[in-house]
């Protein structure tokens, strides 16, 4: 109310000069100060100021308890809010105006209302009575309290998140790099990194290293050294094959060969071999020599010798094992298996149908041994599926090393290395799962093959053999 009562002041003393004198005459007896001349704008001016100036309100020094200006005051005084009021007098176009500017902290003044809400609601004082304003600041401090605690656990929550995110690729970091240098997470040696993933190769890639892998290519006779982990055939997961492989084979034949080939050029497999198994393997570049290959193995004139290392060493050394195989089921998985008792009744009767069995011999010599590792040469008379692996493994009870589909005889698990075994390899149990399949096609012979004269065809032992042969202290013949 002091500005509004001081502007209404100001415009009667300004509008009406003989009532601004009559007003100096009586402030002039009142007081003897003011007795020059009282027609001078100066003086009226003056004395208008000083009217405006004793408001009450303006002038005593106990400021009032009501009203937005004593709430001003008081938040002023206590510090709850950071504005302050200045009532100041000026002298704009001939009239007196007294304004009140409010100077504000820009923080305060820019906060919006729910921080300013909480602020009110946590500086409640506790010792006000219970009126209904008071209960709901008390309701609604209470709610702000609770969002708070909700959002802190919320930020605790995503920083633990982070943190084990970032542990959790931290770990995977620190494990591709000991994967890399072929250690595991307590130090020790994983074979992980002795054989070559292929599957993660285009196709282009792995024809080049297929093609790489011929070393003979006479006539109508192709043989190659196959690769680990190369499947002869495609099926449900196989991302590469030798099957699918040729047709891309068969024209870098054509683009480097010497003198003039067919055009129209394609090659055919002969036998298989295992995914894990590497070794002597034959292609035909017509079907007539592919079919005539085939007659041969079938009539079992075709002489095989495979090099493997076994878990345990055969007993007696050398003799030839004659179990019948069959299908059998392991769980809800299918695998080869030994029948004995098949060949008591059915002996020397070949071949029975699919699931009753099959004839299978094998003959074995133990090359070298060392501990509970032994390199065995095996000649199979036949050509069961896998039939080296079941007779070894169930036949012998010498699985070969890396097997791990027929290291046991009723569940599919990782192979149990013996003690000396896992020394001499520098591996932990727990990781004998990395370690690959030692199975070998050393050598392939082929009766009167070429004008009369037997052909053999052999290829070296790959590099994780020989590696792992010179740690478990094996000789070659």
């Known amino acids: 109310m002091a500005a509004p009562m001081a502007r209404v002041s100001c415009r009667l003393l300004c ?20 007795t020059k001349d009282l027609t001078s704008q100066y003086q009226v001016r003056t004395f208008g100021c000083k009217i405006c100036l004793q408001n009450p ?31 100041t007098s000026d002298f704009v176009d001939g009239e007196i105006t007294n304004s009140v500017r409010i ?47 909700v959002e802190k656990k919320g930020e605790e929550k995503i ?33 992980w990194n002795q054989v070559q993933d292929l599957r993660k190769l285009d196709v282009d890639t792995v024809a080049s290293i297929l093609y790489r892998s011929i070393i003979y290519n006479e006539g109508d006779l192709i043989a190659i050294d196959k690769p680990y982990g190369l499947p002869s055939h495609g099926g449900p997961g196989v991302v590469h ?34 995914k894990e ?45 004659d179990i019948p195989m069959a299908e059998v089921d392991v769980g809800s998985f299918h695998r080869m298996g030994i029948r004995p008792d098949i060949g008591a009744v059915y002996k020397d009767m070949g071949k029975f149908g699919r699931g009753k069995g099959t004839t299978a011999v094998t003959n074995f010599r133990v090359v070298s041994e060392n501990g509970s590792a032994a390199l065995v040469e095996v000649n199979p008379e036949t050509g069961v599926k896998h039939q080296i692996r079941v007779h070894m493994a169930l036949g012998m009870g010498c699985p070969v090393l890396g097997d791990h589909k027929y290291s046991h005889h009723n569940k599919l698990a990782p192979q149990h290395l013996p003690m000396d075994m896992l ?40 590099k994780f053999f020989v590696q792992n042969m010179k740690r478990l202290k094996l000789s070659f013949p």
């Not at 982070?162 to 130090?187: M, P």
């Not at 492989?245 to 480097?256: E, M, Q």
């Open 15 to 34: 509008n009406a000069k003989s009532r601004n004198v009559d007003i100096s005459q009586r402030l002039c007896r009142q007081n003897e100060r003011h």
């Open 57 to 87: 309100r303006a002038l005593d020094n106990s400021r009032p308890t009501h009203g937005n200006y004593a709430t001003r005051q008081s938040k002023a005084r206590d510090g709850t809010t950071a504005t302050s009021v200045n009532e």
């Open 103 to 149: 100077h504000g902290n820009s923080t305060s003044a820019n906060d919006s209302f729910r921080k300013r809400q909480e602020r009110e609601s946590l500086q409640l004082d506790s010792t006000q009575t219970n009126t209904a304003k008071h209960l709901a600041t008390k309701i609604r401090q209470d709610l702000i309290l609770k969002r708070k605690n």
């Open 159 to 191: 920083k633990t998140a982070s943190k084990s995110h970032a542990d959790k690729e931290d770990v995977v970091e620190q494990d591709n790099l000991q994967r890399s240098k072929g250690l595991d997470s307590q130090g020790f040696r994983t074979l």
């Open 241 to 274: 094959s030798i099957d699918s492989l040729l047709p891309v084979i068969a024209k870098k034949l054509i683009r480097g060969a010497a003198k003039r080939t067919d055009p129209d050029l394609r090659l055919y497999p002969v036998h298989r071999l295992d």
């Open 277 to 321: 198994t590497t070794g002597v393997m034959l292609l035909a570049k017509t079907e007539e020599m592919a079919r005539h290959l085939h007659q041969m193995f079938i009539r079992h004139e075709v002489v095989k010798k495979y090099w493997v290392v076994t878990v345990g060493v055969p007993d007696p050394k050398d003799g030839v094992i």
């Open 423 to 462: 020394q001499c390899l520098g591996i932990r149990q727990a990781k004998a799962r990395t370690v690959p399949m030692h199975l070998h096609a050393r050598e392939i012979m082929l009766p009167e093959f070429l004008n009369g004269r037997n052909v053999f065809v052999s290829t070296t032992v790959p």
